[in-house]
């Protein structure tokens, strides 16, 4: 049996992914920046089809940064690239965070339920990769510019003191020069990188020692239709059968960075990617139909007592200030702080947003509302639009929103009402990067209004996330109101 795919084999933003095959499954790691939970753990059989299994953290650290108080965010920081290993039972997720100025290396024996053990370095090493060596050393290889080793212990939890640090190669030229994949195959060592030329393209380097000689060539020069980002930076792995691929991933416009499969032919015990050096648009995976559909992008009624694993946290939640179970069947978010825009407001729930286009729905119930305060539907990022309500002490208000990249609210357009429950819309448009967020109300959840101007959506690496779909609620002058969620739907 076999199943074909078009690329982007996730058409979502799931970025530095890093794939590994363990029996008949195949785990993939990806980034999350400032998202929480964090680093998300998706599991496959087919390569195509794709479900969040698990996260590796709740919360990663506990700080007015990490809160989204004192005025102060990681956006854009957090969590960066993954690697992600499994050796003699225990799974390995390493990362490196620059806000923190460390290093974190998690593992578990269940890389569904966890628990997840961590370990912290005391440093930060750009795009880790971990590599567990036949003769039971373990190292870690990094950098920017050029690529390094460092030994670790034999637990990985620690700098080996006295052990193996070096520089392995320098980049070929001026260009960034980062994304360490490394593995050892066949007795041979080897890592792989982007280096940023007009576009992302992706070298390999070997050799049969890790302190020897490492020679290198470009393994993939190659776009995909619909974005004129180059294909680059991620991991191979192969199949039960002995057959190779490579993830990795494009820059996609506005939706984000998103995953491409492509087939790994050795030729002269190298590596080569692509199909007659593209990245191809589909290609035909010869692993058994899944029952898994990729699902990145849900619908929630809100009828269960803990929230899907496809929702994430803008920063660590506050959780005294939002409930499922306050209203049965509904998403109940309380102000808690004073925030002057969206951008420092606490529990702000999302999902990722999907190409080529999707749609989010919610109906609210604002009056509970207190004066001052802002919530509703956003398209998340450094560019946000909102679609939402305001209330003040002259009544309440549908407005559509941008901040033109300040995090200040502009009110383009607002429309007085006087009803409870609303229902609110944003359309997103990623087709051919067209890349347009459009909003709508309605009174009725059946007869739509479009409100405001449509978005023009950018990827800004302030974010350095693509596009979300967003709940939110904020107080400008006075906490403890509240809005209740009835539903997001997909259409």
Known sequence: MSITCSNPVIWSDVPDVDVIRVGNYYYMSSTSMHMMPGVPIMRSTDLVNWEIVSYVYNTLENNSAHNLTDGKGIYGKGSWATSLRYKNGTYYVCFASNDMGKTYIYKTTDIINGPWTRSVLSAVYHDPSLLFDD????????????????????????????????????????????????????????IFNIRWTSR???????????????????????TLSGASGGVAQGGIFNTPDGAWYAMLFQDHGAVGRVPVLVPVTWT????????????????????????IKTALLTSDDF????????????????????????????????TGSIASNIFLARNTLSQRTVGSTCTGEVAIETNNMKSGDYAGLAAFQDDYGIMGVKKTDSGKYLIMGTNGGSGALNEVA??????????????????????????????????WTQLGSQLSMTYKLTHFMGYRIALFNYATTTTGGFVDFDYLHIV
């Open 268 to 291: 002269d015990n190298w590596p080569i990617m692509g199909v007659n050096g593209a990245a191809p648009s589909t290609l035909t995976i010869p692993l058994a139909n899944s029952s």
């Open 200 to 222: 992302r393209i992706e070298s390999c380097y070997r050799s049969s020692s890790l302190t020897g000689t490492w020679e290198g060539k470009v393994v993939l020069n190659s």
């Open 303 to 334: 009828n269960k007592m803990k929230l899907g694993l496809n929702w994430q946290w803008n920063h660590n939640p506050d959780n005294n200030n939002w409930s499922l179970s306050a209203r049965s069947g509904y998403l109940r978010l309380t």
């Open 135 to 190: 003769d039971g050393k373990v190292y870690i290889v990094y950098g920017s510019g050029a690529v390094y080793i460092k030994e670790l212990t034999s637990d990985a939890t620690a700098i080996k003191t006295g052990g193996l640090s070096q520089k392995l190669y320098t980049s070929p030229d001026s260009n960034l020069f980062e994304g360490s994949h490394i593995y050892k195959i066949n007795g041979t060592y080897y």
């Open 414 to 447: 607002s429309k007085s009402f006087t009803q409870n429950k609303v229902y609110l819309k944003i359309y997103f448009n990623f087709l051919n990067c067209t890349d347009k967020a459009t909003f709508y109300y309605s009174l009725d959840g059946s007869t």
